[in-house]
């Protein structure tokens, strides 16, 4: 599983804090525990991969030391600034360096957060406990903190809190500062909820970032981490739901990136897989079939292996000598591009389109050379509205986006930077949708009307953060072609990036021709 969550990690390209967080988790976990890498070359850029996420977090830290959702924005976003700061603290007791202004301005806003009676909501108070879980790791005492959370859970009924996260990061705070009684009584709700899964939720949500998964994943960190009895007591069933979270796609950049963490955290030392071998049918010359042939090799207590395009079948053989183990659980993991564009259009609770007409609307299908393209892109949630939607709208071949210069004073959307390179978006921003309000996009034309929460604009892509309403809105922006020739155009899509079981998709419709301009 650890394998699979990885690999996902590693190739995850939107960059949003708490996903550039998140997506630094694998080499975190490297660069402390080594074995767990997954390849040799993982292994060696381990502490550069930390180094990059710590740099990435100092662009986004404002002067009150809390952190933006895209950008250093003068109002944080609290969950992801403490789930920064906890990055932070696990790089820190682990001897790698991390800049002292950088923490000790997020200590400071910790506290603040800590003490901000103004977040009485269930999810506020989880944030501030959680900020005082991170206080009581550094060794303050927060005896007054924790009293001051709790009495605000008191004026909520007691099953809206007593079994959630909030309750956990309590539970570990006691612990920490010795109450062990209040610690049990605390942790015994949350732990209760943890071993009585058994399969994946059927009322399964996503809000405030948590969702199910999530919760499992932090709850098990914190069991195991401060509550050794409980964890020795985890039943076998609790592995099958947690299985079955991830085999039914359910897992986010959050959630992947805690499971690591609560997976990493596990004991026991390495048992080789003795017994078992990979083995891969390729095929033969005309007329003799095909052969299984082994491939990979043991690492540590996995064995793991790439098998060939050419692969026919993948098969485990167990050997058999008494030490073959009688459950194995294995991952299969692939990333690249489609060999064929996509055929079906999907609509699972998005819709989306898109078309590409010029300046007075009339659809395009061949275009001259410098001329420009006017792309309009539709978004409507079917039932609900949908959060933290990504707009993935890959450029044609030979196409260029033009950004406006001064921008339009029609363009203003809730946007922070329309950011031409990685550091860009990490850095140059003036708000978010925890920051003052809109702000000037660089490349929405005149009458777009979807409520934007950030853009990253890349080098063969237009990446668009967006909320789906009910109500159909429109994004538009232009392209100009730079090359001749004719161009296959990309299908347009997107995905709620925390509730990925929301996605839309439109096919390919063909080809954009460029040819040469009238003389």
Request: hydrophobic letters at 40%.
């Amino acid at each position: 599983m650890m394998g699979g969550l990885q690999s996902y990690l590693d190739h995850y390209t939107h960059l949003c804090t708490e996903q550039v967080v998140s997506a630094a988790t694998p080499a975190l976990i490297v660069a402390v525990r080594p074995e767990f890498a997954r390849s040799t070359e993982a292994r060696a850029k381990a502490q550069e991969g930390v180094r990059r996420a710590i740099a990435a977090l100092r662009n986004r830290q404002n002067e009150e030391g809390g952190f933006g959702l895209w950008t250093a924005t003068p109002g944080a976003d609290p969950f992801v600034s403490v789930y920064a700061m906890n990055y932070l603290l696990e790089a820190r007791q682990s001897g790698l360096a991390v800049p002292n202004d950088l923490w000790e301005r997020g200590l400071g806003y910790l506290e603040k957060l800590a003490g901000d009676e103004s977040l009485d909501t269930l999810s506020g108070l989880r944030n501030r406990a959680f900020a005082i879980y991170l206080l009581t790791r550094t060794g303050q005492v927060t005896t007054n903190y924790l009293a001051a959370v709790q009495s605000r859970l008191g004026s909520l009924p007691a099953t809206a809190w007593r079994a959630d996260l909030v309750a956990v990061y309590l539970a570990a705070s006691h612990h920490l500062l010795k109450d062990e009684d209040t610690a049990q009584r605390l942790i015994e709700a949350p732990y209760r909820k943890l071993v009585s899964a058994r399969a994946m939720d059927s009322d399964w949500t996503y809000a405030d970032y948590l969702d199910p998964l999530i919760e499992k994943a932090q709850t098990l960190q914190m069991v195991e981490r401060y509550f050794p009895g409980r964890a020795a007591r985890i039943p076998p069933g609790l592995w099958q739901a947690i299985q079955a979270e991830v085999n039914g796609q359910r897992y986010n950049s959050l959630s992947a990136a805690l499971l690591l963490d609560a997976l990493a955290d596990l004991t026991g030392g390495p048992v080789p897989p003795t017994g078992l071998r990979l083995e891969e049918r390729l095929p033969l010359p005309a007329g003799q079939g095909a052969s299984w042939q082994p491939f990979g090799s043991a690492q540590g207590s996995l064995l793991r292996g790439a098998w060939s395009a050419a692969a026919r079948e993948l098969r485990i053989v167990s050997g058999r000598d008494s030490g073959t183990p009688a459950q194995i659980w294995y991952a299969l993991s692939q990333t690249g591009y489609d060999r064929s564009l996509p055929r079906q259009k999907i609509g699972q609770g998005l819709e989306i389109l898109r078309q590409y007409t010029d300046a007075t609307g009339k659809p395009l299908r061949q275009v001259a050379l410098g001329q420009d393209v006017f792309v309009h892109i539709r978004l409507r949630a079917q039932k609900e509205p949908v959060d933290n939607v990504a707009i993935v709208d890959i450029l044609p071949g030979g196409f260029t986006a033009v950004t406006q210069s001064p921008v339009s004073p029609d363009a203003a959307t809730h946007v922070d930077a329309a950011a031409g390179s990685e550091e860009d978006s990490q850095g140059d921003g003036e708000g978010s949708a925890a920051g003052p309000g809109p702000v000037r996009d660089r490349l929405a034309l005149s009458g777009s009307t979807l409520e934007v929460d950030h853009l990253d604009l890349r080098e063969d892509r237009v990446l668009i953060y967006a909320r789906a309403g009910t109500e159909a809105r429109e994004y538009v922006y232009r392209i100009r072609a730079s090359n001749q020739g004719t161009f296959q155009l990309a299908p347009v899509y997107a995905e709620s990036l925390y509730d990925r079981s929301k996605k839309a998709l439109v096919p390919s419709p063909g080809n954009l021709v460029v040819v040469a301009p009238a003389n």
